[in-house]
């Protein structure tokens, strides 16, 4: 079946960490986007406000680079 799926893994494991009222899901990766940390928040809307943390940096929403699609294709180790 794996050999059906286009070139490329990711290789990643996820956290969950309550803030506030949210829970984030880190997910730290590994292999060619070892170094990489992303941070998801679910929102109810856009317009959500929500406690960020101290820990959390740039915000990457939007940012296709990040797709899990895209660190397949184009890793993080590479850019």
Do not use: R
Not at 46 to 67: H, I, N, R, S
């Amino acid at each position: 079946m794996l050999e059906l799926c286009e070139p490329g893994h990711i290789e990643k494991t996820p956290s969950y960490v309550n803030t506030g009222q949210h829970v984030f899901e880190v997910d730290e990766f590994y292999g060619e986007n070892q170094g990489l940390i992303v941070a998801e928040v679910e929102l109810s809307s856009e317009d959500e406000v929500f406690e960020k943390p101290d820990w959390l940096e740039e915000e990457v929403t939007g940012d296709v680079k990040y797709y899990n699609s895209m660190l397949s294709k184009q890793p993080y180790s590479k850019w």
